[in-house]
């Protein structure tokens, strides 16, 4: 085996020296030549590799940074068609968040009521009372890829007094804060959500309905503006108060159930100082719906019979205050020209400014013969005696005359203010369980009374707190007020 190796190997050496030597260099060179262009072709390679690999990274950092530019100062922009569909095929989740912020910020409106966000966002948020009477509300918003709005999670891990903004969730969340006035209307909204350089950005729709963009540091602090009231300021919890005046007059007119202008605002701004929160009917009533937690402290404003110094005499002083109040009125005696008495065109420009307006029927305050002996009683609750025909009416006539009258005053009102909730204030506060039964078949809810006393969730008849009359100061009223929240 050694021996044949060793026959091959002189073989190929004198193959080897036998070719010419030109030819050999030749091939040698070929070979040679070829490895050099190789190797000029691979760095050249590696060059234009390495050139397109610094113009991508420099096209990217200029496009990254055109890109936070532009969606750092999307909010509150009209997005054309263009950047709309950039927005939506870019995975920077940057874009995702900013995209979801505009999305939001569409919805918002200054002037929007808790209805109308609740409508669009859902009712799980968290809400802080202020001792001013304002109230925020705390919303995390979630956008899907259609930018339709999903259900908003409740911020199970936070206490209503323990917000920290700087605690957003970067991964997939815009917070929304919403500033309430004492007339229930938003006045501000405040977008939080992260930006590409993870830093915190705050979107401020403000009075004028304009979108203002800023850049905030990352926070570390809960914002004042949610700060709860002070603990010594609340009286008590899931509870109203409810007041009843009926008319305001100067000095020389005053008499049992009419107060001075200046009175009414002393009470008004004793509660105010006192800690209480003036709230709205349409707050009111969604909280004894089971729709909504209701303020501490919280009072609500009623009026009764139509009197027509609650527009030029208690409306200055309710607007004074940024406050709202409800007024029942008897249909029959604005419709015949009582004298003192509110124009439905006087109704129509307060309930534009947020006042409310309900039945305290059309002819029923009123008292009515129950006997031939001519014995006076509520029209609301007693059958009435005929006099032309001798006898006392009938039950099915006594429950037609009632459910005639109040239903006609539900019309009057839709015709003259438009449509609203069914609610009754009773004449004289004289009102049965089967009256009661009566209206709840025909649509109405809740009733209000003229007793004395503090309203939880659960009723339908609620009380009411005279505080319109001219012996009753601000202290008299806080201490009977006190008195029913033992």
């Known amino acids: 085996m050694k021996k044949t190796r060793f026959i091959v190997t002189i073989c190929l050496m004198a193959f080897v020296t036998m070719m010419p030597y030109p030819a050999f ?5 070929v070979t040679q030549n070829e490895r050099n262009k190789q190797t000029k072709e691979e760095t050249s390679k590696e060059i234009k590799e390495e050139s397109n690999k610094e113009k991508r990274e420099k096209l990217r950092k200029e496009s ?8 750092n100062q999307v909010i509150g922009q009209e997005l054309d068609k263009e950047i709309h569909n950039e927005m939506n095929q870019q995975s920077e989740h940057v874009n995702k968040l900013n995209y979801e912020a505009y999305q939001v910020a569409q919805q918002l409106k200054v002037g929007n009521t808790r209805s109308d966000l609740e409508a669009v966002f859902g009712k799980h948020k968290i809400e802080v009372f202020n001792s001013d009477g304002t109230t925020q509300w705390l919303y995390e918003i ?3 890829t259609t930018g339709e709005f999903q259900p908003v999670l409740p911020l199970t891990s936070k206490q209503r007094n323990d917000v ?3 605690d957003i969730d970067k991964e997939s969340k815009v917070q929304l804060l919403v500033t309430f006035n004492n007339k229930g209307l938003a006045t501000l909204f405040q977008l939080y959500y992260v930006g590409q350089d993870q830093q915190i950005y705050q979107c401020m729709i403000n009075k004028d309905n304009k979108h203002v963009n800023d850049h905030i540091q990352v926070i570390a602090e809960t914002p004042s503006l949610l700060q709860e009231s002070k603990e010594n300021h609340i009286y008590y919890h899931d509870k109203v108060h409810i007041l009843i005046y009926h008319d305001l007059a100067e000095e020389n007119d005053v008499s049992g159930y009419t107060i001075t202008p200046q009175l009414f605002e002393s009470q008004l701004t004793t509660l105010l100082e006192q800690g209480y929160n003036i709230i709205g009917m349409d707050e009111f009533v969604l909280f004894m719906q089971g729709e909504i937690q209701i303020s501490p402290n919280a009072v609500l404003l009623t009026f009764d019979d139509g009197y027509e110094s609650f527009y030029s005499l208690a409306a200055p002083v309710l607007e004074k205050h940024d406050l709202l109040a409800t007024h029942f ?28 307006f309900y039945n305290h029927t059309y002819d029923l305050h009123k008292d009515i013969p129950i006997h031939e002996q001519d014995t006076m009683q509520p029209a609301l609750t007693h059958r009435m005696y005929l006099q032309d025909e001798q006898r006392i009416e009938t039950e099915q006539e006594y429950k037609d005359r009632v459910i005639e009258d109040i239903l006609y005053m539900e019309e009057r009102i839709e015709q003259e203010l438009g449509d609203q909730r069914a609610l009754l204030a009773f004449p004289f506060g004289a009102y049965n369980e089967q009256v009661i ?5 025909n649509g109405f809810q809740f009733f209000f009374s003229i007793e004395p006393g503090i309203n939880e969730f659960g009723q339908d008849v609620f009380y009411r707190i005279n505080a319109g009359s001219p012996h009753i100061t601000a202290e008299h009223l806080l201490q009977t007020m006190q008195k029913y929240e033992k």
């Open 164 to 166: 920290d903004i700087s």
């Open 25 to 29: 260099a030749e091939a040698r060179n």
């Open 329 to 356: 009125i008897i249909g029959e005696r604005r419709d015949n020209g009582y004298a003192h008495h509110m124009t439905w065109d006087q109704m129509k420009e307060l309930k534009a400014e947020g006042m409310s």
């Open 64 to 71: 990254n940074k055109k890109n936070n530019e532009e969606t």
């Open 437 to 441: 039964a009566w209206l709840k078949q």
């Open 142 to 144: 979630h956008v899907n």
